[in-house]
């Protein structure tokens, strides 16, 4: 989690919440606190109303999913599997994981920042709260962050439409949320 004086930003895990931090990290802004990139702590929940600007990473639904499960082949030495999106069906993590981040579905994001536009995002989510300065804009946009994973991010390669649709069925409040943060839903 990141915090300041004028807001907070929850990090649902595989959501971008590393890179946020590292470059907001970067810019040097007064009165803001945040947990290290190994800590735990660092995906805890609101608990509640903050009484400022809450703010969350977000990805879309079978990218969060898809990420989820490669993180657990690479990092957590789960043996990979033949069907990736049967898998993920059957543990469906990303609903559970917002609920935590918005108080069961009662607290909702003022803003919302999508990995796929994280730097810019990101940007226009600072310039709402500070007057950024020339330098610190360009550092928003290139401030290096942790390498990715390397695997398949195709999302045709690895689910039917129907695997979409069902992802999407079981997560009725990340389908709301990513609808209204995209435009729509996969």
């Not at 920042?113 to 946009?141: C, G, K, M, N």
């Amino acid at each position: 989690m990141i915090e300041s004086d004028r807001f907070i930003i929850g990090h649902i895990p595989k959501t971008g919440g590393d890179a946020v931090k590292q470059i907001i990290e970067s810019l040097g802004l007064p009165g803001v606190s945040m947990n290290w990139i190994g800590d735990p702590k660092k995906h805890d929940p609101i608990t509640e109303d903050p009484g400022k600007s809450y703010i969350l990473t977000l990805r879309r639904l079978p990218e969060r999913e898809l990420s989820g499960y490669y993180h657990c082949v690479i990092h957590e030495g789960i043996e990979p599997v033949a069907d990736p999106a049967e898998w993920i069906l059957e543990r469906c993590l990303s609903e559970e994981a917002l609920q935590r981040h918005t108080l069961n579905g009662l607290f909702r994001p003022d803003f919302v920042i999508r990995s796929e536009d994280l730097r810019d995002d990101l940007l226009a989510v600072l310039r709402h709260f500070y007057d950024l300065t020339a330098r610190q804009e360009i550092l928003v946009q290139t401030t290096p962050t942790k390498g990715s994973n390397v695997y398949n991010r195709s999302i045709e390669d690895h689910f039917t439409k129907d695997q979409i649709q069902e992802l999407y069925n079981r997560s009725p409040l990340w389908r709301e949320i990513e609808e209204q943060a995209y435009g729509g839903s996969l």
